[in-house]
């Protein structure tokens, strides 16, 4: 029991609980509001992640067939472009999504020694350069050798078939099987660009070199070989689609 000494002077109303208070719909929304606006703003980004990357799977279209050019030169983004379109046309939908499209995946590497015997003799500019541009291809050789390791590429365009073959070993003989890695080189099949009357036949349009002189998308394209790698262990056929596109575009063709 409470002392007299503390309730003395206390008014009986004081001792009354207080009333609830009764909140209008709209005072209670803002106190919601104020103390839940940041889980609902967490909830509106991620619901707007799922869906960009949703809608980004549902509306982006696969490529049929993906086909790895490698090359010491840049290639440019119009015989790229052309490169696609055209390729496109001779092959099937293979994927079975109403669309026929071929995926050019561009690598500029150098797989050549360089020529250092004059390096002593470059001035600064020119070292720079040749710092720059080994930077590049390091970073376009680890790419390569990722995408090498993914297997999505079955069909490659090369201009240096000997040293890709002597770096990554993955081009395989004509029965689809690999060489021994002490010889990487033995039986491998290619053909060049210009002997594939499939290839030889495309319309590439023409282009401007980075010298300035004006070739054609096929003059360009001379210097390439074609080659594939191996389809040993399909037995699911995975690779059914990209062995009768490659039979396609050599067709008519010797290998070397």
């Known amino acids: 029991m409470a002392s007299a000494r503390y309730t003395l002077n206390i008014d ?3 001792l009354k609980p207080d009333e609830p208070i009764e909140y209008t719909k709209k005072q209670k929304m803002a106190n919601w509001w104020h ?3 940041k889980i609902v703003a967490v909830i509106v980004v991620l619901v707007a992640i799922a869906g960009h990357y949703i809608w980004k799977s549902v509306t982006t279209v696969h490529p049929d067939e993906q086909i790895a050019l490698v090359s010491a030169q840049p290639l440019p983004s119009e015989l790229q472009t052309a490169l696609e379109q055209a390729l496109g046309g001779v092959m099937e939908d293979s994927n079975g999504d109403g669309q026929v499209l071929a995926q050019i ?3 500029q590497v150098s797989l050549e020694q360089p020529d250092t015997s004059d390096s002593a003799a470059q001035d600064v500019g020119e070292a720079m350069t040749e710092m720059t541009n080994g930077y ?3 970073a376009q050789s680890t790419v390569l050798t990722a995408d090498l390791s993914s297997g999505d590429a079955y069909i490659f365009l090369l201009d240096e078939p000997e ?3 002597n770096s990554y070993g993955v081009l395989a003989r004509e029965d689809g099987s690999m060489p021994d890695e002490t010889n990487p080189l033995d039986g491998v099949e290619w053909y060049n660009w210009s002997d594939c009357p499939v290839l030889a036949s495309l319309d590439l349009g023409e ?3 980075m010298a300035g002189e004006v070739v054609t998308g096929q003059e360009y394209m001379s210097r390439f070989v074609v080659g594939h ?3 040993a262990g399909d037995e699911e056929g995975k690779l059914d689609a990209s062995d009768a596109l490659f039979d396609t575009l050599t067709a008519g063709a010797t290998a070397r």
């Open 207 to 209: 282009y401007t070199t």
């Open 229 to 231: 790698r191996s389809n």
């Open 136 to 138: 590049m291809q390091m």
């Open 35 to 37: 103390y839940n606006w």
């Open 12 to 14: 009986p109303e004081d």
């Open 163 to 165: 040293a890709f073959q």
């Open 105 to 107: 995946r561009a690598y």
